[in-house]
């Protein structure tokens, strides 16, 4: 957050919410404060200091539970939750009795134990895998529930009720117990999504709290996080507001928009640390209870809102990313000089899509403008913030080369694959940093394609093909002349830059259409949907992840496929997309800027395997070896294809004597992969939504081919000759 002279978080407290929708002029008002506000990044408003506040964390970790009982062979972690104010964890030792039956122990932050129970049945300690959900009230009683079923013991273990609810009606999803002593529900609704319900504790009768609209929007299906507010319960979503279910209202305790916080899962993809529980402590304060499912890592996020000390570094983007925030996060906690604080476009409750989208662009034009000025903020990150102006910005000089700094911190390019500095330069001039890209393919049926893999080839042999099939599921025909178009700087030949000629005439283009329109329209359905009439694909897109989910050569030879895409002017290639991070020439902390991308390319950040692989090489090989050292202490399954027709997974299974295989053919392969992976040109980009635009006539039906490449060519035309005269 930043304030000129007052403060965000009671600025929002000032607007009435009742419910959670918001009436459309106070969308008009925030887009506007957060305009103004940007117009004064990194100046003085008036002969008064620009100051930032965010979200300050202090970390409490709990002690290992399995370490202080490693001579018990079977624990099992049930729950991690709040009693009263006070962060616990329950756990089973299983087959702790000759009876097979369990104990139940509560462990606390001071690494003492508690025994609870004993003689409960195995069953109940089972694995939370299997829906077995345990809570602990105040009182020293006990909750489990499972399915439909709804069990309340006592603190000796007596069951007290057994109730089997409706489950057409939802499941029970979360419980907490308030200050007012009640307990209440998050109840998942398959209809609505989640709702807010109340449990009479000694009947186990639960009624939904239809007085408290939970539902915040018309885009996404409504999900909260329950807990504790300072008298009542309070949900978890963007922010964390307090429920007043006397009223049908509720009031913001901390608002998440605009800071470094992020409150999505983290860690690694076995062990992801979720929000477990939370309490609001205070004014501006809450606590957050972490923990992984297995109870193993588990902790307190002791949350304030303060004002920021250090040199604040402000970060703009149009689109919240996780892993960044999450790597804004570790940042700011262990740099003692520089604060990033992050300004963005804030999602509102209650948008329709149509209010969304122009929200969204209203924002994102306003900063460009101010971005293009030599204004606004210090970092940003994705093309979006630019306004898709990328080329014209680096032209320009918006944005800040990088190759200085980079030299200066002893960086060196060819300690990392290509994309980490690939996705905005000119040249040697580097633009911006991807530290954590995305790697895609496309793989496509061999004998279709008759082994081509060059946009030439591929259309003839779409062309030549007798079948029946569309190219890529769900695909429609001005996606897939894209997708054949969009790897090209020079639209395969029909643009030469240095002349300003362009000719879409040829046979190429004209085949692009026809394969388009035969090859497009895809499907919008499972084959499980209708399996009779289900046309199948030709190709498929893989998201390769780890180099488990990249099949080699050898392994799409054997499925009958072949790697058909990207295509770029250079060939067959992955593609790689990210949100690229840029510092911006107008920045007055260019040297803190530049600590945060340095960051984000150094060791610790890039060892964060819980998304992408790493773009650094070094790190990349000491990540192939922890993978392998999986393989040699338990079997691995690894998803590394889908079936084209039916969408299921196809899974392998390897092992030990498959490490030869491992280290010789598939890491390699998935390390030229990495290598090779290009980010599409920007160059073409504003050329090929004119294309797209209009070649939407010729497959409605419209225009004939003909009349539409003339149009094109005419447009083309309008846009070369006004970039020539810039």
């Not at 290992?64 to 939750?81: G, P």
């Not at 009795?97 to 049945?121: F, R, V």
């Not at 069990?151 to 000796?156: A, F, R, Y």
Request: proline letters at 3%; a negative charge.
């Amino acid at each position: 957050f930043r304030t000129n002279g007052m403060n965000w978080l009671h600025l929002m407290k000032g607007v009435a919410m009742k419910g959670v929708v918001m009436k459309k002029s106070f969308i008009c008002f925030l887009v506007l404060l957060i305009s103004t506000m940007l117009m004064g990044c990194g100046d003085d408003a008036g002969n008064e200091k620009t100051k930032y506040r965010d979200i300050v964390i202090e970390r409490t970790d709990f002690p290992s539970f399995r370490e202080a009982f490693r001579d018990k062979k079977y624990l099992q972690h049930l729950e991690t939750q709040f009693l009263g104010e006070e962060p616990i964890q329950l756990w089973a030792e299983r087959y702790a009795a000759e009876d097979g039956t369990s104990k139940i122990y509560q462990w606390g932050l001071d690494g003492k134990a508690k025994l609870l129970l004993e003689g409960i049945p195995d069953k109940f300690t089972l694995s939370m895998d299997t829906e077995y959900n345990w809570y602990m009230d105040l009182e020293g009683c006990f909750y489990i529930w499972y399915d439909s079923n709804l069990i309340k013991m006592d603190s000796q273990g007596k069951e007290l009720f057994h109730k089997k609810n409706d489950s057409s009606a939802g499941s029970i999803r979360k419980m907490c117990q308030a200050p007012d002593k009640k307990i209440y529900l998050t109840i998942d609704d398959p209809k609505t999504g989640d709702r807010l319900a109340e449990m009479d504790a000694d009947t186990g009768d639960i009624t939904i709290l239809e007085q408290i609209e939970t539902r915040t929007d018309d885009i996404f299906r409504n999900s909260f996080r329950l807990g504790a507010g300072i008298s009542g319960p309070a949900i978890f979503q963007a922010n964390i507001q307090e429920v007043d279910t006397e009223q049908g209202e509720m009031t913001d305790v901390l608002n998440f928009s605009g800071t470094s916080y992020d409150i999505s899962e983290r860690g690694t993809n076995t062990e992801l640390e979720m929000v477990a529980d939370f309490r609001v402590a205070g004014e501006e304060h809450v606590e957050v209870l972490r923990s992984t499912s297995s109870g193993s890592t588990a902790y307190v996020e002791h949350l304030s809102l303060k004002e920021i000390e250090k040199i604040p570094v402000v970060l703009c983007w149009a689109y919240s990313d996780s892993w960044i925030r999450q790597q804004i996060s570790k940042f700011n906690q262990e740099n003692e000089t520089y604060h990033i604080v992050t300004e963005e476009w804030i999602f509102i409750d209650g948008l329709t899509t149509a209010e969304y989208e122009k929200s969204l662009k209203d924002y994102v034009t306003r900063l460009s403008i101010e971005i293009a000025a030599g204004k606004g903020p210090d970092i940003l990150i994705g093309e979006e913030i630019l306004g898709g102006n990328v080329m014209e910005m680096m032209e320009k000089g918006v944005l800040e080369d990088l190759r200085p700094y980079m030299e200066h911190s002893g960086i060196r390019e060819e300690d990392y694959f290509p994309i980490a500095f690939s996705a905005w330069r000119r040249g040697e001039e580097i633009y911006g940093i991807c530290p954590n890209p995305r790697i895609y393919a496309l793989e496509a049926d061999r004998d279709i394609l008759q082994d081509r893999s060059d946009i030439k080839g591929i259309t003839e042999a779409l062309l030549a093909y007798q079948g029946e099939a569309v190219y890529l599921g769900g695909m429609d025909s001005m996606e897939l002349l894209r997708l054949f178009l969009e790897g090209s700087e020079t639209l395969w030949g029909m643009i030469d830059w240095e002349k300003g000629t362009f000719d879409f005439s040829g046979e190429l283009f004209q085949n692009l259409l026809q394969v388009a329109q035969r090859y497009g329209n895809g499907n919008t359905q499972s084959y499980w949907d209708d399996p009779e009439n289900y046309i199948p694909c030709i190709a498929q897109r893989d998201d390769f992840r780890d180099y488990y989910y990249v099949p080699s050569v050898s392994e799409l030879e054997d499925e009958g496929l072949m790697l058909a895409g990207w295509l770029f002017d250079n060939g067959c290639h992955a593609l790689a997309e990210g949100s690229p991070i840029a510092i911006s020439s107008g920045s007055d902390v260019k040297e803190g800027a530049w600590e945060f991308l340095r960051f984000l390319l150094g060791d610790e950040v890039q060892e964060d395997y819980t998304y992408n692989g790493s773009v650094k090489k070094s790190v990349f090989a000491g990540y192939a070896d922890k993978l392998l050292e999986k393989i040699e202490g338990d079997n691995l399954t690894a998803v590394f294809s889908q079936d084209r027709t039916t969408g299921e997974s196809i899974t392998k299974i390897y092992e030990e004597k498959d490490m030869e295989f491992i280290k010789t053919e598939k890491i390699p392969y998935y390390e030229k992969m990495l290598a090779e992976a290009r980010y599409l040109p920007l160059r073409s980009a504003p050329i090929l939504d004119i294309i797209c635009e209009e070649a939407e006539d010729y497959f409605n039906g419209n225009k004939t081919a003909e009349e539409v490449i003339k149009i094109i060519e005419n447009r083309v035309s309008l846009y070369v000759n006004e970039r020539g005269s810039k």
